[in-house]
């Protein structure tokens, strides 16, 4: 099957990012990745890019594509077998949680950038509470759906990595609620797809945001 040339646009700590990646990797899809400074942004990525964030998805040097869920359908779709679910129903529910997904990492980025104990605890709260509800619509299986991966295993894994490192770096333990999705993100983040999904040097990058972020979690820093 001839694939087209594709070309990412990427800034290194995005997690919408890393599910493109992280697709792409898990069906061995070749590509080329481009990193850029989404504070000062070049002028082509800002032709490029209708809404001015990333990713973004370059087929053939001429059509673009935008926003990570629709890049991730359609790497899925120009590369069979699907990682989709067959039933539409089902399928259409993986959608809706994915989208949900998404919203859970801009919850988390209260969590990492408020700026004392307070707003922090208000935070994770919030974000306890939407992994709840992940939790009650779980298989409970080693992924979302069942035993097999799927796109929405991978819309998730950035959350279950970002998780992992407040974790290590902070002492964050708000996972640990969640017996089912703390096996979840065991068995994602053990899979190479994930594990070569972001840079070498993400850990650093990630524990240095937070740091510069300068609210409560750079006082908890190990």
Known sequence: MNLPK??????????????TVITLLHKD?????????????????????PLGKVPVLQVDGKEVIFESAVIQEYVDEITPPPLQPEDPLLR????????????????MHGMVTAKDAEAFNEASDAFAAMLARVNDVHSGSDYFNGD??????????????????????CGVTVLDLYPKLKRWSDNLLALPSVQHSVVEEFPMMYRKMLEKMDGYLATQLK
């Open 29 to 49: 899809v070749p590509y080329d990745i481009d990193y850029i400074d989404l504070n000062d942004p070049p002028e082509w990525f800002k032709e490029l890019s």
């Open 148 to 169: 097999a991966f799927a796109l929405i295993d991978a819309a998730y894994a950035p959350i279950f990595m970002r998780l992992d490192r407040l974790c290590q770096e």
């Open 6 to 19: 594709l070309r990412l646009i990427s800034f290194k700590l995005c997690p919408f990012v890393q599910r």
């Open 92 to 107: 259409a529910k993986n959608r809706a949680w994915i989208s949900y997904g998404g919203e859970m990492i801009m919850k």
